[in-house]
Nanobody
Framework: QVQLVESGGGLVQAGASLRLTCAAS????????MGWFRQAPGKEREFVAT????????YYTDSVKGRFTIARSNAMNTAYLQMNSLKPEDTAVYYC?????????????????WGQGTQVTVSS
């Protein structure tokens, strides 16, 4: 079992930056890929970014490319999502997720472990 706790959300104006943090605990010694997803009111949970166990491979949804950066520190059992140039359409609850194995994935169904989410609100 892997437990995940997100932090770093908040209310910001358009153009601002936020850094989300995901702290992992439990059986973190095994290799696992991590991802960030988000869910806006009335919408399905959608993929934002994913990173391999080694940190070598990262993938992003098109709408955040060039603005968001996913990173991880295996020594700290932590993943990050740096969000720059935020837009009102980025407003959502952001979830951290982990999946067994080293290969990153963008499908929500590929992740077994989820955090409780952190709210990000971007005002115009």
């Amino acid at each position: 079992q892997v437990q995940l706790v997100e932090s770093g959300g908040g209310l910001v104006q358009a153009g601002a930056s936020l850094r989300l943090t995901c702290a992992a605990s439990g059986r973190t010694a095994s290799g696992y890929a991590m991802g960030w997803f988000r869910q806006a009111p009335g919408k399905e949970r959608e993929f934002v970014a994913t990173i391999s166990w080694s940190g070598t491979f990262t993938y992003y949804t098109d709408s955040v490319k060039g603005r968001f950066t996913i990173a991880r520190s295996n020594a700290m059992n932590t993943a990050y999502l740096q969000m720059n140039s935020l837009k009102p359409e980025d407003t959502a609850v952001y979830y951290c997720a982990a999946r067994q194995g080293t290969v990153p994935a963008s499908n929500v169904n590929e992740y077994a472990y989820w955090g409780q989410g952190t709210q990000v609100t971007v005002s115009s």
